[in-house]
């Protein structure tokens, strides 16, 4: 089968993230079985026009600003002619509206997460109404197309708004878990260590583990929370720091390697993750892999990533007395924290992206099997 596939980024992007990940690993295994996958994506400063990553031919072209309105335009003047079976498009910015350019062969839809609502808390309300406005037009415009969703939370959202049920699939994101060890036993750390991994933006809600800081330090007054990841939020953050006190008590890792990434997430006693919408969570299984227990916001993505009360901990979004207390209490029951620890290994070893991707591709065979039909 040959696959185009439209998103917005790459592996290699500067701001590339889970999404990129997830379709990285399964369409890398999707060449490996034959299938060729052209990769239509924006481009970034130093970032070569065409390149091949394991297989993978990545095509970019133009900048993210207008990559939604650029994409269908390149391919009709691109690619094509290269004759595809299928077009997979990634809605997770604003959607390309693939339908509406190619109408003789399928248009499949990946989607790592919606925004809805949530994009009003992280820009002006101007083009926050135009990607909650273009993503009210999914259902309608793509109503031929098949949808794989990485959890049910998406699936609901969009069957809310009027997808038909039967053209939605949850397949969970597979996990390299070898590249995430767990030490036999947790190593020491001189003083109490809160992480949180990804990008800083204003709606993962990473100011509320700095509220959090700020209560437990009382109990705890050499607690440290380490902010690893690069974003446009992170002088907020910087500044909410000092005016809490907080200065000695929370580190800006800023990006760091995969080898430092792992470093931190074995050693350090609690991952949070207190986002109020999530595609799925998967610093979350990262974390469980690494033997660290987590403390998320009961919300979309991450309520089924993390396993209450054996995994980690979810609490309501935005309750900053909550997340203390759940906090507060993997820091002082080693019972508890031991146990934690195994169920989050064994939970991580449930996901593989050789079944995330025998999923997809069963997915990609239907879509084509329906539209002949």
Not at 68 to 96: Q, T
């Amino acid at each position: 089968m040959k696959i185009l596939h439209i998103e917005y980024r790459d592996m290699k992007h500067p701001e590339a993230g889970g999404a990129e990940i997830v379709l990285f690993e399964i369409f890398r295994r999707l060449v490996a079985q034959g299938h060729p996958v052209d990769y239509l994506c924006n481009g970034f400063k130093g970032g070569a026009d065409e390149e091949f990553q394991e297989g993978i031919h990545i095509i970019r072209r133009g900048r993210q600003a207008y990559f939604n309105f650029l994409a269908p335009w390149v391919y009709r003047r691109e690619l094509r002619a290269n004759h595809y079976d299928l077009i997979s498009e990634g809605i997770d910015k604003i959607p390309f509206y693939m339908p509406l350019f190619e109408r003789r062969i399928p248009v499949m839809a990946i989607v790592p997460h919606l925004f809805g609502s949530t994009v009003f808390q992280e820009v002006s309300w101007l083009p926050a109404a135009y990607v909650y406005l273009m993503e009210r037009g999914v259902p309608g415009l793509y109503r031929r197309s098949l949808f794989s969703l990485l959890c049910q939370d998406t699936k609901d959202d969009l069957v809310a708004r009027g997808l038909p049920e039967a053209q939605a699939r949850v397949i969970h994101p597979g996990f390299n878990r070898g590249d995430y060890p767990a030490p036999d036993v947790k190593p020491p750390r001189p003083r109490p260590t809160l992480l949180y991994v990804g990008r800083i933006k204003k709606y993962k809600g990473i100011q509320l583990g700095l509220l959090a800081v700020e209560k437990l330090r009382a109990r705890y007054p050499d607690i440290l929370f380490q902010i690893a990841g690069v974003g446009d939020y992170t002088g907020a953050l910087r500044e909410l720091a000092r005016r809490l006190g907080l200065e000695n008590n929370v580190e800006f890792a800023g990006r760091i390697s995969h080898e430092d990434k792992v470093k931190r997430l074995q050693q350090a006693d609690v991952l949070l993750y207190p986002s109020p919408k999530e595609g799925w969570g998967l610093s979350v299984l990262e974390a469980n892999s690494c033997g660290t227990p987590v403390v998320a916001s009961h919300s979309p993505g991450l309520r089924e990533a993390v396993r209450d009360g054996e995994t980690g901990f979810l609490v309501p979004h935005g309750d900053v007395d909550a997340l203390t207390n759940r906090i507060d209490r993997l820091l002082s029951d080693p019972a508890l924290y031991a146990r934690m620890r195994v169920d989050g290994i064994e939970w991580s070893k449930t996901f593989t992206w050789a079944k995330a991707a025998s999923k997809t591709f069963q997915m990609m065979e239907e879509a084509v099997g329906r539209f002949q039909i």
